[in-house]
């Protein structure tokens, strides 16, 4: 059985501040962050290998100890089971991180991007399987009906990322407030009528762009975007005709595109101000931003 060590201290931060700043203390340390459950306040993290050690698994557990507290529980252990003597490396990890932990924090207590304060500072616990003995606390979920939000995105594009978008989306504003994909449409109804009705219901329509989102061609060859039936241009010019919310969501590394490229009616997109959705471990504090501009 391998060594471990564990250590904990309360942090003047709510919920959601202190997970991020965890998740950057790891950050600063150097460490392989492998998951940031911000939902169940879980981060886990591997060392590398070194002379002295094989590695270390660190896993950070949170729960809401007040309106403005955070209990921290840290715990690193070694990477091999079998290994006996982890030479001090376990217990530098912790001193480490809650070292970089109130580093970051004195730095970065007045950096409203860092924090977000929407969905995680107001905590309810209701105790869950521990991770490590410690009961989880689990965040309150937002009122359904806050916001109805449609989905713009290419399957081609960027279907993999959407869903996880989707399901992100969900959690916070309920499966009936939010609409993805095309194969919702009834059978026999007009798809512009029906796309157009869906987006007169939604107060956001979110534009997934992907590296292949404006040049994604049809069965001849032609431009899709330049197609005045192609479903996501239907759904863009509905939206800017209503002057609906419109957020671009750039993802795999998308940039946003130039007027030029696109066609008259969707021009308009270009200039409204969208946020970038990486890949893990960012993606949950992109979308926490996301959620928290969306008010």
């Known amino acids: 059985m391998g060594v471990q060590k ?22 600063g340390m150097g460490v392989v962050i492998q998951q940031a459950d911000s939902a169940n306040g879980e981060i886990a993290a591997r060392t590398g290998a070194s002379l002295q050690s094989f590695g270390e698994i660190i896993s950070v557990q949170m729960r809401s100890a007040g309106t403005d507290q955070t209990d921290v529980y840290i715990r690193s252990a070694s990477a091999v089971q079998t290994t006996l003597v982890d030479w001090g490396k376990n217990q530098q990890n912790l001193d480490t991180f809650e070292a970089m932990f109130v580093q970051i924090a004195a730095a970065s207590s007045n950096d409203d991007e860092l924090f977000s304060d929407l969905y995680y500072d107001d905590v309810e616990e209701e105790p869950t399987t521990p991770m490590y003995g410690i009961a989880e606390a689990k965040p309150r979920e937002r009122p359904a ?15 993999d990322i959407c869903g996880r978008i989707y399901d992100r989306l969900v959690r916070d504003f309920g ?44 069965e001849r060859g032609r431009r899709r975007l330049d197609d ?22 750039l993802v795999s590394g998308a940039v946003m595109p130039y007027a030029e490229d696109l066609p008259e009616s969707l021009q308009p997109l270009t200039r409204r101000n969208g946020i970038e959705i990486r890949p893990d471990p960012d993606f949950h504090y992109d979308m926490t931003r996301l959620i928290k501009r969306l008010g």
């Open 6 to 27: 564990d250590k904990s201290f309360r942090a003047q931060y709510p919920y959601a501040q202190a997970f991020d700043i965890a998740r950057a203390a790891l950050m």
């Open 145 to 159: 009906g806050v916001h109805k939000v449609f989905i713009s995105y290419r399957r081609a594009d960027s279907n």
């Open 175 to 218: 499966e009936r407030n939010i609409f993805k994909d095309v194969d919702n449409i009834p059978f026999g109804v007009d798809f512009v009528d029906y796309l157009d009705n869906q987006i007169k219901e939604c107060t956001v329509l979110l534009v997934v762009i992907g590296p292949k989102w404006i040049d994604a061609v049809d």
């Open 228 to 249: 005045p039936n192609d479903f996501v241009r239907i759904e863009i010019e509905a939206a800017l005709r209503r002057n609906i919310l419109v957020v671009p969501l």
